[in-house]
């Protein structure tokens, strides 16, 4: 179980609701991007299924402020679904419309985050050839090669 100070000096970082009308993804995707794609799905959905205040016992009082992390998990779930790594999934959400409209319809100038504070990246696949040994008696797993 997760203590409550897993992320010790880091505060809740909050996702902006309110959207500015020109420089939102939501009046450039929501015609362009399909409604039953991730996408849009996401984008509709997301502040249900990873609310901020989800997280709040993760995070400390004092501290600076996280990447919010329903915008986190939007990321997570995306790059999951595309196969991306850690830095990819970053890029993409930095200068793809349709991950940061995935993530609540952001503006977007709204800033990326670095690699490392997403989390986890997806298990890479076998690499040429088969599963190969790491260390002595340790047989290659994709979740170690991350």
Known sequence: MLGANILSGMTLGVTPRQRDM????????????????????????????????????LFTDVGRRSVPPMIVAVVMV?????GCSDREAVDRFTFDARWKYAAGGLAFDYPGFVPSSSGPGPPRSTPPGGPTTGPPGQRWNARSAT
């Open 78 to 82: 995306l790059q999951r679904i595309e």
């Open 22 to 57: 020109f420089a939102s993804t939501v009046s450039f995707c929501a015609a362009r991007v399909p409604q039953d794609s991730i996408y849009a799905v996401l984008h509709r959905e997301c502040f249900t299924l990873f609310p901020d205040e989800m997280f709040a016992d």
